[in-house]
């Protein structure tokens, strides 16, 4: 099975993962503005955070969760910079991470507004919306956008989200790149992720192969 505490990055491959860091900025040029949050704290106290973040409880701007093997000083002058040229009353806006399957990650930048608006497309698209009650599965970093839109999606629509270092056995969804697939599906071929139903995968091209393996244990997945 693919240990919560390990993301598989290809077909047998794992790693210990590294904890996220939360850059969270507000307008302004004190010197507490831009702080990063959560460093090494793991993914579960990080999405906490975020969840703080996303219900107003907890002052940001400008959210960020990066690697803390990034150059994060030059990141957070960055943010300092775009922070100050916003209109008051923007709202929070989110800055995500492409997985880096393709290339070096690109940082993309999204209104909270703007990812309210693309939950029910979301749902259309995938299905989650009609899946029984339970948690979906986010295996890879929070910092990549795919994770990060999962666990906002999950927060939004009241569905319990399950990250790194958790169990994953309860999960009747997984939302992940395509090189976790196969990992997944020998996790349902061996019995220890029974109430899995849905695979949604972005990220890169999803090969024929793994999809009809996954299709093949019952398993419904999602591409975008």
Same mark, same amino acid.
Request: aromatic share 6%; charged share 20%; hydrophobic share 40%.
């Given at each position: 099975?693919?240990? !919560?505490?390990?993301?598989?990055?290809?077909?047998? %491959?794992?790693?210990?993962?590294?904890?996220?860091?939360?850059?969270?900025?507000?307008?302004?040029?004190?010197?507490?503005?831009?702080?990063?949050?959560?460093?090494?704290?793991?993914?579960?106290?990080?999405?906490?955070?975020?969840?703080?973040?996303?219900?107003?409880?907890?002052?940001?701007?400008?959210?960020?969760?990066?690697?803390?093997?990034?150059?994060?000083?030059?990141?957070?002058?960055?943010?300092?910079? %775009?922070?100050?040229?916003?209109?008051?009353?923007?709202?929070?806006?989110?800055?995500?991470?492409?997985?880096?399957?393709?290339?070096?990650?690109?940082?993309?930048?999204?209104?909270?507004?703007?990812?309210?608006?693309?939950?029910?497309?979301?749902?259309?698209?995938?299905?989650?919306?009609?899946?029984?009650?339970?948690?979906?599965?986010?295996?890879? !970093?929070?910092?990549?956008?795919?994770?990060?839109?999962?666990?906002?999606?999950?927060?939004?629509?009241?569905?319990? *989200?399950?990250?790194?270092?958790?169990?994953?056995?309860?999960?009747?969804?997984?939302?992940?790149?395509?090189?976790?697939?196969?990992?997944?599906?020998?996790?349902?071929?061996?019995?220890?992720?029974?109430?899995?139903?849905?695979?949604?995968?972005?990220?890169?091209?999803?090969?024929?192969?793994?999809?009809?393996? *996954?299709?093949?244990?019952?398993?419904?997945?999602?591409?975008?």
């Amino acid at each position: 099975m693919i240990h !919560p505490d390990h993301e598989p990055h290809g077909p047998g %491959r794992r790693h210990v993962p590294v904890a996220p860091a939360v850059v969270s900025v507000t307008a302004g040029t004190g010197p507490t503005d831009g702080q990063v949050r959560h460093g090494h704290q793991g993914h579960r106290e990080v999405l906490d955070h975020l969840h703080r973040c996303w219900q107003g409880q907890e002052a940001a701007d400008i959210l960020a969760v990066v690697d803390p093997r990034w150059p994060v000083g030059e990141l957070i002058e960055s943010l300092q910079a %775009r922070a100050a040229d916003r209109a008051p009353g923007a709202g929070l806006e989110l800055v995500t991470f492409s997985s880096g399957t393709t290339g070096a990650p690109r940082g993309i930048c999204r209104t909270m507004a703007s990812w309210e608006c693309s939950l029910a497309a979301f749902d259309r698209v995938t299905g989650l919306d009609r899946l029984p009650p339970g948690p979906v599965w986010i295996p890879g !970093p929070l910092w990549g956008s795919l994770s990060l839109f999962a666990a906002f999606h999950a927060h939004r629509t009241g569905r319990p *989200a399950l990250v790194t270092g958790q169990d994953p056995r309860a999960a009747v969804a997984v939302q992940c790149v395509p090189a976790t697939l196969p990992a997944v599906v020998a996790s349902v071929r061996a019995g220890e992720l029974p109430r899995l139903r849905t695979a949604v995968v972005a990220g890169d091209r999803l090969p024929g192969t793994w999809w009809r393996e *996954a299709a093949a244990t019952g398993l419904r997945v999602v591409e975008y």
